[in-house]
């Protein structure tokens, strides 16, 4: 009998107002099992870190989806995580060779794929697959977000990982918007409409 393969899948960056939201999708492997994987928001960065690598090295397959702060823009912020999802699965089936059976997406609504699929909310906590996959969107998005910092330093992405704080407000007021804000979202728009200065 063929094993049935289940493929989890989570996003992160739904909510920062720079960058792109960036959704992981994995298929476990029940021979190399990963323990300790749980909402990537409930580690510290280190283990995120740690089991980021574990996962790419255990998992049966794996794959990473993304949709820009231009696309953000164009379609909004829901549509873009829907985007971003079928993505990361279509890239999983690059590197897996077939498509899973099923896949199960963290939260209340399902990405258009050509395969089963059930939204479970807060999946993240109930599903290993959806941890892992959680974990590796969470990680790729964190170095993203590293990476962008050494480009616009005054800004404090590596801190606040482009989140709405005060400090990321007030970077907004001093320097303006850069070119991978979101500017559709609202504390972006009126920095760009002068109400924010």
């Not at 574990?54 to 379609?75: F, N, P, T, V, Y």
């Amino acid at each position: 009998m063929s094993a049935i393969w289940i493929c989890g899948v989570d996003e992160a960056g739904r909510g920062p107002l720079v960058g792109s939201v960036v959704a992981g999708a994995v298929i476990l492997d029940p021979d190399q099992p990963i323990m300790g994987l749980k909402d990537s928001k409930k580690l510290s960065p280190a283990r995120r870190e740690n089991l980021y690598a574990e996962i790419i090295l255990k998992a049966k397959a794996w794959g990473i989806g993304e949709a820009s702060a231009q696309e953000i823009d164009q379609i909004n912020i829901l549509q873009a995580t829907m985007l971003a999802m079928q993505r990361a699965v279509e890239d999983l089936v690059k590197k897996f060779g077939q498509w899973p059976h099923k896949a199960l997406i963290d939260g209340n609504r399902c990405p258009k794929l050509p395969i089963a699929s059930e939204a479970i909310v807060k999946g993240d906590a109930k599903e290993p697959a959806i941890s892992a996959a959680s974990i590796l969107a969470k990680v790729t998005r964190d170095h993203q977000m590293q990476s962008l910092h050494a480009l616009y330093p005054h800004y404090g992405f590596a801190q606040h990982m482009g989140y709405p704080t005060e400090a990321h407000f007030a970077a907004l007021k001093q320097y303006g918007a850069c070119n991978e804000h979101r500017r559709t979202f609202s504390p972006v728009r009126a920095v760009l409409e002068g109400s924010g200065k």
